[in-house]
């Protein structure tokens, strides 16, 4: 299972950093990422990390304020969020399946494991 934290509420500019433990599994052969889905919205791959935490994929519209990386011996990824916006505010899950780092985030189908998510709440 993934099980996500650091979701919170916080102000336009400011940063949080959320974490997604893996248990259960094999985390350390499978890539992870983070996505979003806000009310109304459709659910948005934010970020994602390969196995080796040694290639990225991030959305455009996060590039350059977030940061996503992975400790294996912890089983745990990050997702460092900084300069926040009222527009990514949202409920943040993470996902875990064995597709390179840009079809994990892309590709619509559904993945092999999934958290609950934890709520974003940026403020203006």
């Known amino acids: 299972q993934l099980v996500e934290s650091g979701g919170g509420l916080v102000q336009a500019g400011g940063s949080l950093k959320l974490s997604c433990v893996a248990s259960?599994?094999?985390?350390?052969?499978?890539?992870i990422g983070w996505f979003r889905q806000a009310p109304g919205k459709e659910r948005e791959g934010v970020s994602c990390v390969s196995p080796s935490g040694g290639s990225t994929y991030y959305a455009d519209s996060v590039k350059g304020r977030f940061i996503i990386s992975r400790d294996n011996d912890k089983n745990t990824v990050y997702l460092q969020m900084n300069s926040l916006e009222p527009e990514d505010t949202a409920v943040y899950y993470c996902v875990g399946d064995l597709l390179n780092v840009r079809d994990l985030c892309v590709w619509s189908g559904v993945r092999n494991y999934r958290g609950q998510g934890t709520q974003v709440t940026v403020s203006s």
């Open positions: 259960g599994f094999r985390s350390d052969l499978y890539a």
